[in-house]
């Protein structure tokens, strides 16, 4: 049984940073792609970053890029979201995402994106 669990948000003044977690079961963790998104009311579910976890590779959104570092940590099955120099464009619900396909980064026209099919609760971010 696949389980995505995120933790770390809240509310952050503009500037400021917040460190994002997704903890992961069910699945061989370092073999897979995961990724972030997030999402306003009224608004499409948005790619932040992903990683490729069997070698580490990472895509961004243009939004984000320079600001948000996305990292794996295989012995505590966590995906972990850094988010720094935070934006009130930035806020939203935050989603944990696992692509558990077998499939490289170089598979997919946008490896940003890939095939998510597992998804977490979410988690809150508010920048004011």
């Known amino acids: 049984h696949v389980q995505l669990v995120e933790s770390g948000g809240g509310s952050v003044q503009a500037g400021g940073s917040l460190r994002l977690s997704c903890t992961a079961s069910?699945?061989?963790?370092?073999?897979?792609?995961m990724g972030w998104f997030r999402q306003i009311p009224d608004k499409e579910r948005e790619a932040v970053a992903s990683?490729?976890?069997?070698?580490?590779?990472?895509y961004y959104a243009d939004s984000v890029k320079g600001r948000f570092s996305i990292s794996q940590d295989d012995g505590k099955n966590t995906a972990v979201l850094r988010m720094n120099s935070l934006k009130p464009e930035d806020s939203g619900m935050y989603y944990c995402?696992?692509?558990?396909?077998?499939?490289?980064?170089?598979?997919?026209?946008?490896?940003?994106?890939?095939?998510?099919?597992?998804w977490g609760q979410g988690t809150q971010v508010t920048v004011s």
């Open positions: 995402a696992a692509d558990l396909s077998p499939h490289l980064d170089s598979d997919y026209d946008d490896p940003l994106t890939a095939d998510f099919s597992h």
């Open positions: 990683i490729y976890t069997v070698d580490g590779s990472t």
């Open positions: 069910g699945f061989t963790f370092g073999s897979y792609c």
